[in-house]
């Protein structure tokens, strides 16, 4: 996967701190930057999505492998 400007890797983190840190990670982002996180809670795929609505963000990607999950953000 490619296409991202920043990377937050979550693996082995649960809810809700892969969201935290994707939060405080996209505040430091200049609009129009990709920002991908890796992350290995299943129930990250609902907290991504409503993330990307509750700032805004174009949910780029969201999918799962190998039992990691992957999202990448698009900063308004």
């Known amino acids: 996967m490619t ?4 990377e937050v890797d979550a693996c082995g983190l649960n809810c809700p701190l ?5 939060k405080k990670t996209l505040a ?3 609009p ?4 991908r996180v ?5 129930g990250s795929v609902q907290d991504f999505e409503d993330l990307a609505v ?3 963000c174009e949910l780029l990607e969201s999918r799962e ?3 990691r999950y992957y ?6």
């Not at 890796?38 to 299943?42: I, K, Q, S, W």
């Not at 999202?71 to 308004?76: H, Q």
Request: proline share 9%; charged share 30%; hydrophobic share 35%.
């Open 18 to 22: 892969p969201v935290i840190r994707a």
């Open 28 to 30: 430091r982002m200049s």
């Open 71 to 76: 999202y990448r953000l698009r900063k308004p």
């Open 54 to 56: 509750q700032l805004g």
């Open 3 to 6: 296409g991202f400007d920043r």
């Open 38 to 42: 890796v992350a290995t809670d299943p």
């Open 65 to 67: 492998e190998a039992g």
């Open 32 to 35: 129009g930057e990709v920002l």
